[in-house]
């Protein structure tokens, strides 16, 4: 896990009906956070993209790489100074044996910050 723990902190993880449903904390003061932005701090859309993989991954207690991407919209700045508590939500859709389909959100009370569709391996 390249995030975990180290950029977020999982507070909650379940999995009900086919959705997996997780509450995480970005810690703020990440270094990543130095030079994106200094004194205005975006979390990166690919770091975004990684959480979903790396908790998708947790979940199901094993490695996953992706291997398609559908569709993938960045709808607002996920600022961890003004958000750090966001909750991740991901629908397990129908697949392959071989292969994992989600249809993921990551937003908070008031903000959708990402929405992905994707499959891993």
């Known amino acids: 896990m390249l995030q975990k723990d180290k950029f977020y902190t999982i507070s909650s993880l379940n ?3 086919g959705t997996i449903q997780a509450a995480i904390s970005i810690d703020p003061k990440h270094e990543i956070f130095v030079g994106h932005f200094p004194g205005n701090p975006v979390t990166p859309g690919v770091v975004q993209m990684e959480i979903i993989k790396e908790l998708l991954s947790t979940h199901l207690e094993r490695p996953l790489h992706l291997k398609n991407m559908n569709n993938c919209k960045f ?6 100074n003004e958000t750090p508590d966001v909750m991740v939500k991901l629908t397990l859709l129908p697949n ?3 292969t994992v389909k989600i249809s993921g959100v990551i937003s908070s009370e008031s903000n959708t910050f990402l929405k992905i569709q994707a499959e891993y391996c």
């Open 96 to 98: 392959e044996a071989d």
């Open 75 to 80: 709808l607002a700045i996920l600022n961890p």
């Open 15 to 17: 999995e009900e009906n």
